[in-house]
Each structure stands twice: as C-alpha cells, then as structure tokens.
C-alpha cells in the first residue's frame, strides 16, 4: 500500500499547474477572427464580471445580450438564439463553480472556443451618503459573498449576506430599493451603470483573486494542435490514477480537473480536465487507452 500511494503522489506531482499571463489575458479560437456579427449571451444584468470577459474576448465586437441566468444564457446558445455563451468556471478563491461546470456537462452539443482569465476586483457599492455603521444588508452572487467574507465579518459584521444571481444584480437592486442601509458586492463599472459609490474598494480577501471564463459555442470544436485541449471523461474515481499515467505519458500538463458526481453510482463522476502540451492525435490515442467515457470539448490558444 506505501508503495502504491508513492507511486500515485508521484503521478500527481509530475502535472505542473499551467495558467496565462499574469495580466487579464484570452485564449482565443481564432487569431483574426471578426467577431462584429456576432451575438453573445453571458450572465446579466449589465454590469458582470462576465460581460467584462465578453468585451475581452471578442474585442468588444459584436452584440451581448444579457440573461437572468447561466442555464438561459447556455440554453439560448443551443436553441440558436445567439452565436456564443460566455460562462465563469472557476475562482481563484472560490474554487470551481459547480453550477455552471454542471451546465457544460449537461449541454453535449455546445464546446468550449476560448477562455478567458480575468482579474477579479470586488467593492462594496453604496448609495450616495451611505456609510459603513448604515449597512445591514449586502446583497451579492454566491463567489462575491465568499470573496468579500472576511472583510466583511471585520468591518460590517452586523449586515445580513443575501445571495443573489449575480453581482451586477446585487449592484441594481441597491440602486432599486433606495435604501441606505443597502449595499452590494460587485464591480466598480456597477457603481457607473447603477448611479452608486465604491464605499470601500478590493474588498476581496486576497490580490491573486482570479476568474477563468470559458466561451461556448456550438459550432465543430477545434482540432488544431494548440496551447489547451480540454474533454470530459466519465468514469470511476479507481481509474483516475490511470488516466493520469496516461496523460502523464503523453507529457500533458494538467490545468485544471474538476469533478462532479455521473448521478449513476456511488463513486463515478464526470471529470472535466484541461491540459497543456496534448495535440489533438494524442487526445484520440489516449481515448484508446482508458475504461473512461470521453467527450471532446475543443483545442484553443492562449494570447
């Protein structure tokens, strides 16, 4: 058993985690691709931290449309209504997040394009002439509320945290209810579109505080050797030491993994995996060699 579990630390530890630049970066699906026809849906209301990714990505051409949710902005890219959705998938503090990682497993006719890293700086938004001892209610999305947590037990500990669809409709609701004792955790481009204060700024609990945004589209993905392949593999937990040896082999960098439960048996899941340094060939090849069920989700560059 010693020797097993050496040899299993020593897979893990031959995987270096692979990230982009240090400044706000897009890993694109096209170099020179013209993006002004397009229409993109992402998590609304005006104002996200998603749509900051959308104008990143697609070069701030083309049309946004805002939705409620992340399942109707995925939906209406499957039904056609748009050409791509743009979704958050995981934070540097607040690790992956499960609902939108369970969106793209659920959706096996979209793949991923692109990818977006963005520096994430949350504030705590006010109406004019608020201040700090006013505060009794903070309204955020689930990661904000996390982000902003310990700044928050430290200097409003007295506000009820209310968990709400997003930061930019934290933002919007403060602004609705006119209510002073009212605040939201979200971006300071929300203190612009809403008419509110940055009453305290990167209330964040540290600086390194990273999303990463994966754009979906339905179109073929790509299978053009570049920087970052990802795939879903379903399968047994027993098996994922094997499925690392493989990939190890192949001299894949792992990226990211993600785990969420298959809904089938105890101990099976759906693993979404992002490596560096695997061509597509490789990727076919390493189908081969695994008891996992494998789906492609595309090849795409980093910038």
């Not at 170099?31 to 697609?58: H, K, R």
């Not at 101990?267 to 789906?295: D, H, M, P, Q, W």
């Amino acid at each position: 058993m010693r020797r097993l579990a050496l040899s299993l630390i020593s897979i893990m530890l031959c995987f270096v985690l692979a990230g982009c630049a240090t400044n706000a970066s897009a890993v694109m699906y096209e170099e020179s691709a013209d993006y002004s026809s397009a229409v993109v849906s992402y998590l609304g209301p005006e104002g996200t931290y998603t749509q900051e990714a959308c104008g990143l990505f697609f070069g701030k051409q083309g049309t946004y449309m805002p939705y409620a949710t992340v399942h109707d902005a995925v939906e209406a890219l499957v039904r056609g209504d748009t050409d791509y959705a743009v979704i958050p998938q995981e934070n540097t503090i607040g690790g992956a997040v499960i609902d939108y990682v369970d969106e793209l497993i659920a959706q096996s006719s979209v793949c991923v394009v692109g990818e977006v890293e963005l520096p994430i700086n949350q504030n705590l938004l006010v109406l004019p002439d608020s201040d700090l001892g006013l505060i009794r209610k903070v309204y955020s999305h689930k990661q904000g509320i996390t982000q902003g947590k310990a700044w928050m037990e430290q200097n409003i500990p007295q506000a009820e945290v209310i968990e709400v669809s997003s930061t930019a409709e934290g933002a919007r609701m403060v602004a609705e209810s006119k209510d002073p004792s009212c605040a939201a955790i979200a971006s300071a481009a929300c203190a612009d579109v809403y008419g509110l204060e940055v009453l305290a700024a990167g209330i964040q609990n540290n600086e390194s505080n990273r999303t990463r945004f994966y754009v979906l589209s339905k179109r073929e993905p790509s299978s053009v050797t570049s920087e970052r392949l990802a795939f879903i593999a379903k399968g047994s937990a027993s098996d994922l030491p094997a499925l690392m040896s493989v990939l190890d082999k192949a001299g894949a960098s792992l990226v990211f993994i993600h785990d969420r439960p298959a809904k089938t048996l105890l101990g099976e899941y759906n693993y979404v995996i992002e490596c560096s340094g695997l061509t597509y060939e490789e990727y076919l090849r390493l189908a081969g060699k695994t008891s996992f069920e494998i789906r492609y989700l595309g090849s795409f560059r980093c910038f």
